[in-house]
């Protein structure tokens, strides 16, 4: 299986501070690969496929790049409702394989 | 507006079948695949597995031996069954909508709808 390894964990960061996310594969997956926002108790939330494909509604101060084995997840100027966790995924083979996950909170 | 509405026991025993059941309400369930994923408490997220509206699956090999997964297109439901279960499998268990984009004369794939979760505690 494919392992994704995300970094950092966990970041402390301020209201319209700017956010990057790394999330690296164990092997090369093209560009397959989304990300998740996950609020407590609540089911994730696409935010990108494709690795830099906004999904429909998402606020343009997301965005994602990457491709190969690095990718990027950037938050252009975090608000409050972005504190979350995030996670990669990756969707080149099965099984399907999610990043550990980054808890984004308040400075 | 495509809504996943999920339900299943909550508390099993060990060795018992966990049995949960995902509807699919507002759009159409031919065409895609459905997922089912989980995440134990205070951990990351885990995928289970997969089915489309004919019936083929695909299986995380980790769970392999122990799941199956199932659909009734005439309720436009699927069905995740995990048998002997431990206090491992003790988690929420989401089901999702699996939805493919061609990008460039390739299939990319994303879990774009999500049920609501449900929390499975196995518990002696």
């Known amino acids: 299986a494919i392992q994704m390894t995300q970094s950092p964990s966990s970041l402390s960061a301020s209201v319209g501070d700017r956010v990057t996310i790394t999330c690296r594969a164990s092997q090369g997956i093209r560009n397959d690969l989304g990300w998740y926002q996950q609020k407590p108790g609540k089911a994730p939330k696409l935010l990108i496929y494709?690795?830099?494909t906004l999904q429909s509604g998402v606020p343009s101060r997301f965005s994602g790049s990457g491709s190969g084995t690095d990718f990027t997840l950037t938050i252009s100027s975090l608000q409050p409702e972005d504190f979350a966790t995030y996670y990669c995924l990756q969707d080149y083979n099965y099984p399907r394989t999610f990043g550990q996950g980054t808890k984004v909170e308040i400075k | 507006q495509v809504q996943l509405q999920q339900w299943g026991a909550g508390l099993l025993k060990p060795s018992e079948t966990l049995s949960l059941t995902c509807a699919v309400y507002g759009g159409s369930f031919s065409g895609y695949y459905w997922s089912w994923i989980r995440q134990p408490p205070g951990k990351g997220l885990e995928w289970i597995g997969e089915?489309?509206?004919?019936?083929?699956?695909n299986y995380n090999p980790s769970l392999e031996s122990r799941v199956t997964i199932s659909v009734d297109t005439s309720k436009n439901q699927f069905s995740l069954k995990l048998s002997s279960v431990t206090a491992a499998d003790t988690a929420v268990y989401y089901c999702a909508r699996t939805r493919q984009w061609l990008v460039r004369g390739r299939y990319l794939y994303a879990f774009d709808i999500w049920g609501q979760g449900t929390m499975v505690t196995v518990s002696s």
């Open positions: 089915i489309n509206h004919s019936g083929s699956t």
């Open positions: 494709a690795a830099s």
